[in-house]
Each structure stands twice: as C-alpha cells, then as structure tokens.
C-alpha cells in the first residue's frame, strides 16, 4: 500500500505520487511573528513536522520550506505601541517562535524565507500578474482580479458567484470587484515600506507565500499545507494567483489540519482561554504537548484541556518506562535467546512495525500508529516477564521503540539534570540580557531552563528559581 492522503483540493483520498520520483517538495505557512504563538498555532507545527519526518523515514528526500511573516498591520502596531521598528519586533517573535519549536521537538526547516527578504520577488511577482491583465493598480494598491480566474472557489469548493453573494467586505471604491484582494499597499504615512513601481508600499498577505514557494521550490510544489482557517482565502488566493502567474497547477495536495478548542469552547482572548504555546511548554514539557497533538487525527478538531493532558502523560509514561526497562534488562540480558522464543519475536517485532507503516501510510494516521506503540509495550512487557531473556530480541524491542517514536518526534531518553551552579550562572545570564534588552535570548534561557524542569519566578528582591 502506498502513502495516501485526504486532499483538501479533491475532498478525496489519493495516492501520494510525488513530481519527481523520490523527492517531495513541500510548503507549510508560517506565523505571523506579532506576538508568542498560541497552542492552536503549535499544532500545525507538529502534525506537519511528522509529516516531514515520515516521508524521510519512508526513503523521501523532502525540501520543507516554512514561511514568516514579517510585515503587517499588526507588526506595524506593536511596533508603533512599543516606540521600536517592525524588524525588531518580528526578529524578536520570529527567535521566540523557533524556541518554541524546538522545546515541542520540531526541525527546523531546510528554508525559512521572511517577507523582508524577499521583497525584490514579490515585486516582480505582481508585475507579472498585471502584464497578463489578472492584477491592475488602483491610487498606489495593486488588486487581483479574482473574476478572471475561473476556477477561483476550487479549493474552499465555493462558487464565485456564491462567494460574491455572500462577500463580507467593506466597501473599497479602489477594487473593481468585492472579492478582489490586495497584493500591493500604498504606504501610510509613518510606515515601514519599499520602493514599487506603484510607489511606496509592502505586500499584502496572500502574495508572500506564492513568492516564496516560487523562489524556493519552483513553479510547482508536492504539498501545501497549513491550519484549515487558512483554506478561504489565504490559500485560495494562493491558488488563484500562483497558477495565473504561471499557468500550471501550483500544488497536487493540499492538507489541513483541525482546529484546536479549550474545554470545548474555541480558543478567543475574550473567552479568556487564549494560551500560550510557550506556557504549557513550561506547565507540562513540550514532549507532552506534542505527543498529545498527535493522539487525534490531523485533519479533525482537537479538545484541549487539563484532564486530557494528564490522560495523555499517563500513555506517554507508560511508553517511557517500557523503554527504560528494556535498557535494564538488557545489561542483564544472555547473548542467545533462552526460551526458544527468537522466531517468534522477531516475527512480532516486524509485524508491529508493518502495522505502523500501514497506519501512517493512511493519511498519516498518527493516532492508530500510537496504538501500535502501545502494542509494542503490550509486547515488550510480555517478553520482558521471562526470567532470563535474549540481548537480540531486548535490543530489538528497544530499537523498534526508538525508531517509531522518533518518527513521531518523541524522545524517549532522558536528559541530563542541570547541576545548581549551572543554573544560577544562566539566571545571570538571563538578567544581564533583560538589562540590555536582548529578550529573545533572556525568552531562550527561561526555556531552556524549564525545559529541564527549572521554574523562574521574577520577583521584587530578584529571580528565584525551583525544580519543578
């Protein structure tokens, strides 16, 4: 059975055939560096970083490319309440965010383009698009025609005119259409622009992403991905604006995941839910925070909450203590299997093993593969109840443990403790860089030290610091 996805493009379920035999080139939006991510933006992160780690387990050579966002109004007004500039403010989030990343276990990408870089590209992007009449300038912004694109509606699976009936948009006398979208803006009085054969000006959203995966991976792309709040109309509007440009279908499959709820309410600061990503890192560890991302199907909405992160700590330790006790009973263990049993656990081993292929295999189904992980313990255990055990087959059992949890991100071997003096020398570190206002490195040290399950608490009389 081959690799098989849902593609949000088809609705359907289809065998993954990459452009090029062996190779997979992919695109996962990033965030828009404003502010810490919450929990809902950690989830993508994660599902899509398996993805990534499973094609390569699966003999893939995959080029992962994930954007920043870097310019926009928001940016724009943190930077105006804070009396700095919009680059510090996105070098700051954007070095938080892949902080976060690293405590919740995911790669980084072999490419992470920012919307400042690339400035030049997006430029001629959007001059193409009005050489070939599906863009016009109007008082210094630049609009796509959404009208000339026939197909425009094929991802959300919405008519155009259904779209346009229902369009929810102010009133702009500057767009020919209500669906028109911007892809250049006319530089407000006070803010961070560039030169543009429209005048001053930045780039809207939807165009920075069709920039960048044309510049990094080429006029077509294996695999788009993102949050399914993405698919109307930043992804749309991708859709619509790369293959005008172009004339060739821009990506094969497209794959969404759900979104994340608290207690079942969706996630909003005015409900008072709205987490930080950063702060459960802390509260619970980023291995947990992942391996319970990953309990669910992607493409399904997700409930949040502390019960079921504590039901998700038990499985996870469950698997943690399995692995640890395969490493002791392999300094006990004898060279040749002594209960006639090497046949049949290498027989069980390898089926668990296809059993786990199988389930990724179907539209990465990470839930089922964390079932057979839990087989494997079921198993290992089993074998482990003999008195005298083989060294093979114990190895083996640890092997098959590491090598499926590390395709899921998971890290089963424990990290060295902090000493005391190592603490206290960080803490110092982190106070002279709060002093000289490097708070991307004082944000690092706090969560290098809480992943190592060191909790700081900022008080009047200084830092104090305990081990969680």
């Known amino acids: 059975m081959s690799i ?11 065998p993954f055939v990459p452009l090029e035999p062996g190779k997979v080139k992919m695109y996962v939006c990033g965030p828009t560096v404003y502010n810490y991510i919450h929990i809902g933006n950690a989830r993508p992160a994660i599902v899509f970083d398996t993805l990534r780690r499973y094609l390569q387990y699966r003999g893939y050579q995959v080029t992962f490319v994930q954007n920043i966002t870097d310019v926009d109004d928001k940016l ?9 500039t919009v680059k510090e403010v996105a070098d700051r989030y954007m070095a938080a965010y892949n902080e976060d990343l690293r405590a919740l276990n995911v790669l980084p990408p072999d490419i992470q383009p920012r919307v400042m870089q690339t400035i030049p590209e997006i430029i001629r992007f959007i001059e193409g698009l009005i050489e070939k009449g599906y863009a016009y300038e109007s008082e210094g912004d630049v609009y796509f025609r959404t009208g000339r694109f026939s197909e425009y509606g094929k991802l959300s699976h919405q008519p155009l005119d259904d779209l346009q009936a229902g369009a929810r948009v102010e009133v702009n006398e500057k767009k020919e259409n209500p669906l028109d979208f911007a892809l250049w803006k006319a530089a407000k009085r006070g803010e961070i622009s560039w030169e543009s054969p429209w005048g001053q000006g930045r780039p809207g959203w939807h165009i920075e992403c069709s920039a960048m995966a044309l510049k990094f991976l080429g006029e077509q792309i294996d695999i788009h991905a993102g949050g399914s709040d993405l ?3 930043h992804h749309e509007n991708e859709i619509a604006q790369s293959e005008c440009y172009t004339g060739k279908v821009f990506a094969r499959y497209w794959l969404h995941n759900g979104m994340l709820n608290i207690n079942n309410e969706k996630m909003s600061k005015s409900l008072g839910n709205f987490l930080l990503a950063r702060e459960l890192i802390e509260r619970y560890g980023g291995q947990l925070i992942r ?23 038990n499985g996870l330790e469950r698997i943690k203590t399995a692995y640890a006790n395969l490493l002791h009973r392999l300094e006990t263990a004898r060279p040749e299997e002594p209960n006639g049993q090497a046949e049949e656990q290498a027989r069980i081993i390898s089926n668990l093993r296809e059993r786990f292929i199988t389930e990724m295999d179907d539209d990465l189904n990470t839930a089922n593969a964390i079932t057979v992980l839990f087989d494997v ?10 008195q005298n055990v083989g060294q093979q087959e114990i190895a083996a059992y640890r092997d098959l443990l590491l090598e499926l949890t590390g395709v899921l991100g998971l890290k089963l071997e424990q990290e060295q403790e902090l000493l005391d003096s190592e603490v206290e020398a960080l ?42």
């Open 231 to 233: 698919v109307f109309p």
């Open 4 to 14: 098989q996805f849902t593609n949000t493009l088809t609705r359907r379920k289809e």
């Open 291 to 313: 391996f319970f991302m990953l309990l669910g199907h992607y493409r399904n909405p997700i409930n949040f909450s502390d019960d079921l992160l504590e039901q998700a700590a």
């Open 377 to 386: 313990v079921k198993e290992a255990n089993l074998y482990m109840r003999n």
């Open 427 to 468: 803490i110092a570190e982190r106070t002279e860089a709060r002093k000289s206002r490097n708070f991307a490195r004082a944000d690092e040290i706090r969560d290098l030290l809480a992943a190592k399950g060191i909790i700081l608490e900022d008080t009047p009389q200084g830092v104090r610091w305990r081990r969680k």
């Open 76 to 84: 724009i007004r943190v930077a105006n309440e804070e009396g700095t």
